[in-house]
């Protein structure tokens, strides 16, 4: 009977050992992941900002392109009416 109760102490020692420990360890894993998850999101927050740059200078550079292109049409307009005084 001694032998018994001896036994059943130890397991609820080791049983509150273990509980301790999965504490311990779920804490570790959770702080990693917390570090984790900050790294991601700003990276994210980088990857969105070089897109926003990259968006805003092809907006740009089609803007450019938009206003080139109506200059080119008045220029040739031009060019028709000059060639056509001197014919």
Not at 6 to 20: T, W
Not at 50 to 71: A, L, N, R
Request: net charge positive; hydrophobic share 40%.
């Amino acid at each position: 009977m001694k032998k018994k109760l001896g036994q059943n102490f130890i397991l609820k020692d080791i049983e509150k050992l273990l509980a301790q420990q999965t504490v311990i360890i779920l804490g570790a894993v959770d702080s990693k992941l917390e570090q984790t998850k900050k790294e991601f999101k700003r990276e994210i927050n980088e990857l969105r900002i070089s897109i926003d740059k990259f968006v805003g200078f092809y907006t740009k550079q089609d803007q450019e392109f938009t206003v080139m292109k109506e200059h080119m049409k008045r220029l040739e307009a031009r060019l028709e009416k000059i060639e056509a005084k001197l014919t």
